[in-house]
Every structure is written in structure tokens, then in C-alpha cells.
């Protein structure tokens, strides 16, 4: 008995218009989502003020695009608007035809920031009076990392800063004594001096900054280290008063220093070099935190975005940032220790 295949013919025009509504079950998330932003106000959000060039977006479109992908674990412009090609619910949410560039979707993020947040954490708590979220239960926490808009190769550490600090502090002098010999000698074909000795001061001076904030970033680290540093070296200190044993080393105070691979970004200041992937290689990237809900939804119910470059210390943060509103948490699966490491 030979085996029947269902047929598969990509080819045949459809006859009819397609009706994206039936390529989605009817309990799919994406519906929720569209008749809460209904119910939301959008009187508040900025759009092009001037209101030349193409047609823009409505609100209700971008809200709904980045609520839904946002709640369904997309966090990149670029992937969203890769989205609207071809993931389904997604063309729903776009009526199959509108594609938003990933420009488009940043800027309505970043100039309508806090009610974006607003509106995110409304339709959450709709979520949560309807059913589809449960009041009570658990949330997993996980980091991923996002490219920053910069390359690595844009950035230098703090010790090579330095090496290039003195190397055109050199160049400088140089430069000064080659002017000075210029006006004392007869006049001749004019030197390019003066155009080589402000670049270079204005490469020592973008070096300088760099060190300056290397500097300020690992004041703010020690500040924290050197509280803990105390704080332990005080209960050793009492444990010894009251003639208990001490087991273990005693803690070591944190450096005076910057550590010389310490990394400042020209292009992007605030991103970090960190492991990405498997580890095998480094990006310059932001590290983004997510609380997702483990009650069968599957929705991301908190996130925040830090330079630091691992998961350490991020699990607290990331719990705060559930607003309690959506989810009263009574459990947190993760897969990282908490603890410190200089920046």
C-alpha cells in the first residue's frame, strides 16, 4: 500500500484574498494585545510634529508592534522589522502591508519612552484581570546580549590610552619645536604644522576623556567594592572579639586602580566589550535582562538593560523590575550565582 502525502503546491495563484485572521488560532496572544491597546489612550504620544514626508505609522500600530514583540522575547529594532516579513502574527498586527524600518521603531521607543513603559505595563495588568496572566507564580530570569551601535575596534583600553597619551604628548613637543624652527627660518613653502598639531591634540584630548571616565567609572565600582570590604573585615573582626574561630582568608580591600584592560568606546561611551555567543568571541554590546513568566504564558513580565558584562548581580534588578501589579512572584528560576567583579 503505497503512502499519501498531503499536497504542497507553492506555485498556484490564490484565487481569493487571504484573510490573515484564520492563519492564527483564536486564543493567540496577538489578539489579546490588539483589543487591549484599543482600550489604551494615545492621545499622549509624539508623533512627526512637522508632518512632511510619507504617511506615519499610527500609534496604535507601533505600540501594538513593539508591545507584542517585546512580550514575546524581540528586543531589537532590526529584529522587529525583519519581523513584519515573516512572522504571522506580526503582519497581522502590520494589516500584511505596513513594515516599519527598525529607525522608525527606535525613535517612536525612545520619544515616547515612559508611556511606552505605561502602556506596557496596562495591558500586562489587563493580562493579569482577564486570565491570560496569572496573579501568582513564577518568573525565569536570563540575560542575552544586544549589539551596540558601535564596533569593538572603536574602543581602547586604559592602559593603551595611556601608552598613546605619552606617544603624542611626544608628537606634540616635536611638532611645537618643528613651528618654532618655521618662523625663525627664512620664509619659504608653507608647513602643514599648524593642521597636524591640532589633530593631535585633539586625539590627546578624546584620550584624555576616555582615562578621565575609566576613572570615574571605577570610583563608583570601588566606592561599592569598599563598603563590602569593611563590612566583612568588621564581622571577621567580631567573630574574633567573641573568641570564635575565623575560617579562610581575610578579605582583600579593592584595587586603587583602574585594571588596564578597562575599555572606553569612542562611538558608543556607555556599551562594553563583553562575551558573546558561546563565549568564544567579544562584541561591543549591552547586556538586557528578562523576567518571563513560567505559568504557561510565556510573557516577558520585566526587563532592564546594564553594561555590565555578565549576568552577576543582575538578578535582584531584574526582580524589581516586575512591577508588582502584573505579578506577585513566588518563585525565580535562574542560572547564575550572585557576585563581583571589578567593571
Not at 63 to 73: F, N, V, W
Not at 330 to 335: F, G, I, Y
Request: some cysteine; proline content about 7%; hydrophobic content about 40%.
Amino acid at each position: 500500500m503505497s503512502t499519501r502525502f498531503v499536497a504542497i503546491d507553492r506555485n498556484t495563484p490564490m484565487l481569493l484574498p487571504v484573510d490573515l485572521r484564520e492563519w492564527l488560532p483564536e486564543n493567540h496572544l496577538v489578539h489579546f494585545i490588539l483589543e487591549a491597546v484599543e482600550e489604551l489612550p494615545l492621545h499622549g504620544f509624539r508623533l512627526n510634529a512637522r508632518g512632511s514626508g510619507s504617511a506615519q505609522y499610527p500609534p496604535s500600530l507601533m505600540l501594538t508592534l513593539l508591545i507584542y514583540c517585546y512580550a514575546t522575547g524581540r528586543m531589537g529594532s532590526r529584529q522587529i522589522e525583519a519581523a513584519t516579513h515573516t512572522d504571522v502574527a506580526v503582519r497581522y498586527i502590520c494589516g500584511g502591508q505596513a513594515h516599519p524600518d527598525h529607525d522608525t521603531i527606535c525613535t517612536f521607543r525612545r520619544a515616547n519612552g515612559p508611556l511606552f513603559q505605561e502602556s506596557f505595563i496596562k495591558v500586562l495588568a489587563y493580562a493579569r484581570e482577564l486570565g491570560v496572566l496569572k496573579k501568582r507564580g513564577g518568573v525565569s530570569i536570563d540575560g542575552t546580549k544586544i549589539a551596540a551601535n558601535a564596533s569593538k575596534h572603536s574602543a581602547v583600553s586604559y592602559r593603551r590610552a595611556g601608552e598613546m597619551m605619552a606617544e603624542l604628548e611626544g608628537e606634540v613637543q616635536e611638532l611645537m619645536a618643528l613651528a618654532e624652527a618655521a618662523d625663525q627660518a627664512p620664509e619659504s613653502a608653507p608647513l602643514k604644522v599648524p593642521a597636524e598639531l591640532a589633530r593631535r591634540k585633539d586625539r590627546l584630548a578624546k584620550l584624555a576623556l576616555a582615562r578621565q571616565e575609566i576613572e570615574a567609572r571605577f570610583k563608583e565600582w570601588q566606592k561599592d567594592r569598599q563598603a563590602e570590604y569593611e563590612a566583612k573585615v568588621a564581622v571577621r573582626e567580631d567573630q574574633r572579639a567573641q573568641g570564635h574561630p575565623v575560617r579562610g582568608p581575610d578579605p582583600q580591600p579593592p584595587p586603587n586602580q583602574p585594571d588596564d584592560k578597562a575599555q572606553y568606546n569612542f562611538t558608543d561611551p556607555e556599551s562594553r566589550i563583553m562575551k558573546a555567543g558561546s563565549g568564544a568571541h567579544f562584541e561591543q554590546a549591552y547586556n538586557a535582562q528578562a523576567a518571563v513568566d513560567t505559568e504557561g504564558s510565556m510573557l516577558i513580565l520585566g526587563v532592564q538593560v546594564t553594561d555590565a558584562p555578565n549576568d552577576k548581580q543582575q538578578l535582584i534588578p531584574t526582580l524589581q523590575s516586575v512591577d508588582p501589579v502584573v505579578r506577585e512572584v513566588t518563585e525565580v528560576l535562574t542560572d547564575r550565582a550572585i557576585s563581583a567583579k571589578p567593571p
